[in-house]
């Protein structure tokens, strides 16, 4: 299993386990929600017993004692209708700045009706009424849920957002930690290897040197060769010398750079893959060339790889005059990207090969956006038709364009 999904099924396993927490806190918080609205209803119920009973009493201090306990046992608002449930006879415990307060401008003392309204529409939706023989009047009492219970109501809920809140808070954190402390690694191994490089050139070139002159092979084309290897391999040290550190943009003929890099890049991949490069001639963009040739070589080198015998690899430079911008095409005929692949494959340690670390790609979107301040993505693909990439710079310059095509 490669890396790219075991993180994945590590994210999907944490997932799991905050949904199974976060379900049950929902279930059980519902249980005591539930087993508390019950208690309020049997409250209620005995409230409602114990009014109409209270005016049955003739004394009235007794009355008025029983009526008091009443009250102060109950915390439920409550609202008194006549039998049909439409009419207002009375109320209890209602937001008392809502039921009267005094108009600034008449001073005198009034009510918001509309309140009594929203609230007995609000009663009617939590809980069926219950009838009630009230100062010798039939009438239908209905209720609402306390504060405390209408709280813990939302309690999962709040508690949901802040444990997600806290999570997220804590997943960006280790992964700003975790990303700064792959970079400084990543920096500092890139950076080793320039200077572990180093010695062997150097060896190398002078290897070749002294062939040239003791076998007189100065035009000798194997020679040629060699020299072309030792100084790919002087630019990749310059590539790895150059990580970490904010590269030098100059500006580059787009066509020109691409093609010097086909010319080496074919030669050392198989004759029956046809490369061709088409468009502009002279669009030109801010490039670091030999960071820029490493995003090429991957995406050429992807495009190789996935063709399993004969095919073309085709690139096409375009400049959209209207945001100047350059687009930059690379396109196989190769196996194909499943669209739901379409983003993965330039996460860090996704590959389909048996061999491959699985960060070519990766590295390429690094090198694009970071360093270039460009975009790279999938463009299209299609299984066992091809896959075309896309690249986006800003152009350096305003041209016009001529058209051309060369296949090798």
């Known amino acids: 299993m490669n890396p790219y999904e075991k993180k994945r099924r590590w994210k999907l396993f944490l997932l799991v386990f905050a949904v199974v927490i976060g379900g049950a806190s929902v279930f059980y918080t519902d249980f005591f929600v539930k087993k508390m609205e019950r208690e309020e209803r049997v409250q209620f119920e005995l409230w409602v017993k114990g009014t109409e009973k209270s005016y049955q009493m003739f004394d009235d201090r007794l009355f008025m004692e029983m009526t008091r306990l009443i009250n102060i046992s109950s915390s439920v608002p409550v609202i008194l209708t006549d039998t049909t449930g439409t009419k207002i006879e009375t109320y209890l415990r209602l937001d008392s700045s809502k039921t009267n307060y005094q108009n600034a401008a008449t001073k005198t003392v009034t009510y918001d009706p509309g309140y009594f309204q929203r609230e007995l529409n609000r009663m009617k939706k939590q809980h069926p009424p219950l009838p009630i023989t009230y100062m010798e009047k039939k009438m239908l009492v209905y209720y609402k849920d306390s504060f405390t219970l209408t709280q813990l109501r939302y309690f999962p809920y709040i508690q949901l957002a802040v444990i997600a809140l806290f999570l997220l808070t804590a997943y960006v954190a280790f992964s700003s930690a975790r990303k700064a402390e792959q970079d400084q690694v990543w920096v500092g191994m890139a950076k080793e290897t320039a200077h572990q490089l180093g010695t062997p050139i150097s060896s190398l070139m002078a290897w070749v040197e002294l062939i040239k002159s003791r076998f007189e092979a100065e035009n000798d084309p194997l020679i040629a060769e060699m020299e072309n290897d030792i100084k790919r391999l002087e630019v990749i040290t310059d590539r790895f010398s150059k990580i970490g550190s904010k590269p030098i943009l100059e500006d580059h003929v787009v066509f020109v750079v691409i093609s010097n890099f086909i010319d080496y890049f074919k ?29 090429i070589e991957n995406l050429l080198k992807n495009a190789a790889n996935a063709i399993a015998n004969e095919g073309s690899i085709t690139v096409n430079i375009i400049e959209n005059l209207a945001k100047e911008e350059v687009f930059i095409d690379v396109t196989d005929t190769g196996k194909g990207i499943p669209r739901s692949k379409f983003d993965a494959v330039f996460q860090p340690g996704f590959t389909t090969r048996k061999r491959g670390w699985g960060l070519g790609l990766s590295l390429t979107r690094r090198i694009v956006e970071n360093y270039h301040s460009g975009q790279i993505f999938v463009k299209e693909s299609e299984i066992d038709k091809g896959t075309t990439f896309r690249i986006i710079l800003k152009s350096s310059i305003t041209y016009e364009p001529t058209t051309s095509t060369r296949i090798s």
């Open 267 to 295: 030669l050392r991949t198989s004759d029956k893959i046809i490369f061709s490069i088409t468009g502009d001639e002279q669009v030109r963009a801010m490039l670091n060339v030999p960071l820029f040739d490493w995003v």
